[in-house]
């Protein structure tokens, strides 16, 4: 099975960065997703990492040590519309492989 | 552009109900799943399909099924609704290979009075 933990909320001023964490314990590990959902809204992908290290996507970055389980997302130069839930999500390695096992989100409010 | 699309976005129906929701992907992609979000608890894996006519349980099944008779559509079916039930459910897929994450549909929201 698996345990993913991320903070529930989080609040963060316009034009700041913000650095979301998501740490994780599974028996078998094949990738770590961020997604983004706007309320009332479904899930969009954000990032993927399978190796350690970070991944940049314009404002957005993942970062990944599969040693500590862990995994952030760095949002910088904030946005009103960056105001979010901000979901974890870990895919098993194995016979399960083809599902992702999701944290319970990180509400991100972003204020003037 | 690519799309998983749910019949519905908004449901009302009675306890004891027989309730289906569908829903249909354009991307010819093999997996297929069901989710349910509430509140505090996130989402949560109801069933899913890795192919035509396969299904899997996920971590909550009691109280659902699920068909999966050609590619592009997979239904969910609450047999007996229950007030428990009254969530927003989300549909997703993707390809059978390739490190890719999941396409959402945009949900069901479904109260059960």
């Known amino acids: 099975g698996q345990n993913i933990d991320q903070p529930t909320e989080m609040t963060a001023t316009e034009g700041a960065i913000v650095q979301i964490n998501c740490t994780y314990q599974?028996?078998?590990?094949?990738?770590l997703f961020w997604y983004q959902q706007h309320a009332g809204e479904a899930p969009t992908f954000l990032s993927y990492n399978v190796l350690d290290g970070l991944e940049e996507k314009g404002r957005f970055s993942s970062f990944l040590s599969r040693s500590k389980g862990y995994s952030y997302l760095l949002l910088k130069e904030l946005q009103m519309k960056d105001s979010a839930s901000y979901l974890c999500a870990v895919r098993d390695k194995g016979a399960g492989s083809y599902q992702l096992t999701f944290g319970k989100g990180t509400k991100l409010s972003v204020i003037p | 552009d690519v799309k998983v699309t749910q019949s519905s976005r908004y449901l009302v129906k009675r306890t004891g109900e027989k309730v289906f929701l569908e829903c249909v992907q354009d991307?010819?992609?093999?997996?297929m799943f069901w989710y349910r979000q509430d509140p505090g608890l996130g989402l949560r894996l109801i069933y899913f399909s890795y192919d035509v006519k396969m299904k899997e349980k996920g971590d909550i099944p009691e109280g659902y099924s699920v068909s999966r008779e050609k590619k592009e559509r997979f239904s969910l079916i609450l047999e007996s609704a229950s007030t428990n039930q009254t969530s927003m459910y989300l549909c997703?897929?993707?390809?059978?290979?390739?490190?890719?994450?999941?396409?959402f549909g945009s949900g069901t929201r479904l109260t059960v009075v």
């Open positions: 991307m010819d992609h093999e997996n």
């Open positions: 599974t028996s078998g590990f094949n990738g």
């Open positions: 997703a897929s993707r390809p059978q290979t390739g490190y890719y994450g999941y396409t």
